[in-house]
T-cell receptor, first 116, second 113 residues
Framework: AQKVTQAQTEISVVEKEDVTLDCVYE???????LFWYKQPPSGELVFLIR??????QNEISGRYSWNFQKSTSSFNFTITASQVVDSAVYFC?????????????FGKGTHLIIQP | DSGVTQTPKHLITATGQRVTLRCSPR?????VYWYQQSLDQGLQFLIQ???????AKGNILERFSAQQFPDLHSELNLSSLELGDSALYFC????????????FGPGTRLTVL
């Protein structure tokens, strides 16, 4: 069964520090997708990134970067030079396409607090 | 703004009652998903519809049901409500291909008293 673990329940850093959010997943399939979503205090879920299991190329987009390592089943997310507006709960999720079913399995989330 | 709309934003009701949550997907999206977010269970996938047909079931209770209409909007029906059903219910939509990105609506906050 799919399982996503975000071991960090809460992280608090001072503004402008870099911060990495950890995600470890378990899956039975060879083809799967990994996602990061952000949930700010307003409550909505905002899509950040989607990664295919066959694409281990890491990427940087502005202040965000992702490190996908299939060998360790990890999909970590880094914010560089954090800002107060980055304060939110961040969810890692895994999608397994079994028979066309696309429901995502979410981790418990990491509450990120950026202090001014 | 994800383009997914959900109504109502808040809903307060009593135990034993029945409620209907509504979702309109992004223009052109054929798949609709329902998720429940609660403090103890976290974010859980409930059910998926694709172009009017049920495609997958997750941890959905028998008291809950959903449907997707010809105009692709979806409704989630929750009946015989219990205190534990209090949660944030999200709808998401995607283009319908295998594991396309799911875009989430703002959610409906359900409080059962």
């Amino acid at each position: 069964a799919q399982k996503v673990t975000q071991a960090q329940t809460e992280i608090s850093v001072v503004e402008k520090e870099d911060v990495t959010l950890d995600c470890v997943y378990e899956t039975r399939d060879t083809t799967y997708y990994l996602f990061w979503y952000k949930q700010p205090p307003s409550g909505e879920l905002v899509f950040l990134i989607r990664r295919n299991s066959f694409d281990e190329q890491n990427e940087i987009s502005g202040r965000y970067s992702w490190n996908f390592q299939k060998s360790t089943s990890s999909f970590n997310f880094t914010i560089t030079a954090s800002q107060v507006v980055d304060s939110a709960v961040y969810f890692c999720a895994e999608g397994y396409s079994g028979g066309g079913a696309d429901g995502l399995t979410f981790g418990k989330g990491t509450h990120l607090i950026i202090q001014p | 703004d994800s383009g997914v709309t959900q109504t109502p934003k808040h809903l307060i009701t009593a135990t034993g009652q029945r409620v209907t949550l509504r979702c309109s997907p992004r223009s052109g999206d054929l798949s609709v998903y329902w998720y429940q977010q609660s403090l103890d269970q976290g974010l859980q996938f409930l059910i998926q519809y694709y172009n009017g047909e049920e495609r997958a079931k997750g941890n959905i209770l028998e008291r809950f049901s959903a449907q997707q209409f010809p105009d692709l909007h979806s409704e989630l029906n929750l009946s015989s409500l219990e205190l534990g059903d209090s949660a944030l219910y999200f709808c998401a939509s995607s283009g319908g291909g295998t594991l396309n990105t799911q875009y989430f609506g703002p959610g409906t906050r359900l409080t059962v008293l």
